[in-house]
């Protein structure tokens, strides 16, 4: 199995934030509702994978970034929904609620 140089993972995380922030600042007005309904559906798949490793964590250091990752999932998996849902109140007419 061969490694792959740090030098190029930070190069492939950073040109993806690039990649990332271009497709998504392209995106029209009336898709960023499906858009988010999609990223939360992936955030859960995050949320649901962080739960699995920290249940094969072993040593300290494992136990605390899988907690880690798990919190910080779920922050974002509900802000996510959060973010949605007044998006959602933003197409509701004057009205008010039914």
């Known amino acids: 199995m061969t490694t792959i140089p740090t030098m190029a993972i930070l190069t492939i995380f950073v040109l ?9 600042s392209k995106v029209s007005t ?10 939360n559906a992936i955030h859960g798949i995050i949320l649901i994978g962080a739960i699995i490793v920290a249940n094969g964590a072993t040593s300290t ?3 605390t970034l899988s907690i880690l990752a798990v919190v910080l999932a779920t922050i974002n998996m509900v802000g996510g929904f ?9 197409f509701k007419g ?3 609620k039914k």
């Open 16 to 24: 993806s934030i690039f990649v990332g922030f271009e497709v998504v």
């Open 61 to 63: 250091l494992e136990i």
């Open 94 to 96: 004057k009205g008010g």
């Open 30 to 39: 009336t898709l960023h509702t499906p858009l988010m309904s999609g990223a």
């Open 82 to 90: 959060v973010v949605t849902d007044r998006m959602l109140e933003m």
